[in-house]
């Protein structure tokens, strides 16, 4: 069994920073899809950042220029760094994970970004 924990989440001002860290129970190269995903209030969940097959990195178009996901293997753990946040970043985060077929989520952590 997988667990995914994230950490990193928290009330954050327009145009602040925030790292968010999900620490996987598995070994990084074994998962062919890491990343994560957001869920605003009243709105459906939506892919924030994508790693596939360890190479490929795909973000979503509101993100791209501000968001940078990255891993450590060493520390079996997957970032998002959010840059330039806006109001409408506030969100449920969570990481989402992919190995053999089979589809993990982290419990998620919260962003608010308000003045």
């Known amino acids: 069994q997988v667990q995914l924990v994230e950490s990193g989440g928290g009330l954050v001002q327009p145009g602040g920073s925030l790292r968010l860290s999900c620490a996987a129970s598995?070994?990084?190269?074994?998962?062919?899809?890491l990343g994560w995903y957001r869920q605003a209030p009243g709105k459906e969940r939506e892919l924030v950042a994508i790693?596939?097959?360890?190479?490929?990195?795909t973000y979503a178009d509101s993100v791209k220029g501000r968001f940078t996901i990255s891993t450590d293997a060493g520390k079996n753990t997957v970032y998002l760094q959010m840059n330039s946040l806006k109001l409408e970043d506030t969100a449920v985060y969570y990481c989402?994970?992919?190995?053999?077929?089979?589809?993990?989520w982290g419990q998620g952590t919260q962003v608010t970004v308000s003045s």
């Open positions: 790693v596939t097959d360890g190479t490929t990195t």
């Open positions: 598995g070994r990084l190269f074994t998962f062919n899809l």
């Open positions: 989402r994970a992919r190995r053999w077929g089979l589809e993990y």
